[in-house]
């Protein structure tokens, strides 16, 4: 069974940076694909950055992109986001996943998903 772990989430005023990490036991790590969402009060969960299983190919959402940096290290079974220039609007419980396709941005296309992390910006 596949479990994922955030950690990393915290209060941050707006401008700081955090980096979040996601830890994948119970299978090989390198088979899955791995995504970043994040949920925000009252809204749904959105797509914010996915990486293919060897790392190479990297997407992000529009409203994170040139600000946040998704990457992984095998060999640590780990997934991170460094997240830069936060805004208040980054606020939001941000969940890890594992798909064995390829790296998507649709939330159906995971098979695994962490509890969350809370990330809080202040302004």
């Known amino acids: 069974q596949v479990q994922l772990v955030e950690s990393g989430g915290g209060l941050v005023q707006a401008g700081g940076s955090l980096r979040l990490s996601c830890a994948l036991s119970?299978?090989?790590?390198?088979?899955?694909?791995m995504g970043w969402f994040r949920q925000a009060p009252g809204k749904e969960r959105e797509f914010v950055a996915a990486?293919?299983?060897?790392?190479?190919?990297?997407s992000y959402a529009d409203s994170v992109k040139g600000r946040f940096t998704i990457s992984r290290d095998n060999a640590k079974n780990t997934v991170y986001l460094q997240m830069n220039s936060l805004k208040p609007e980054d606020t939001a419980v941000y969940y890890c996943?594992?798909?064995?396709?390829?790296?998507?941005?649709?939330?159906?296309?995971?098979?695994?998903w962490g509890q969350g992390t809370q990330v809080t910006v202040s302004s």
């Open positions: 996943a594992a798909t064995q396709r390829r790296s998507s941005s649709r939330k159906c296309d995971y098979d695994y």
């Open positions: 119970g299978r090989a790590f390198s088979f899955y694909a």
């Open positions: 990486i293919s299983w060897s790392g190479g190919i990297t």
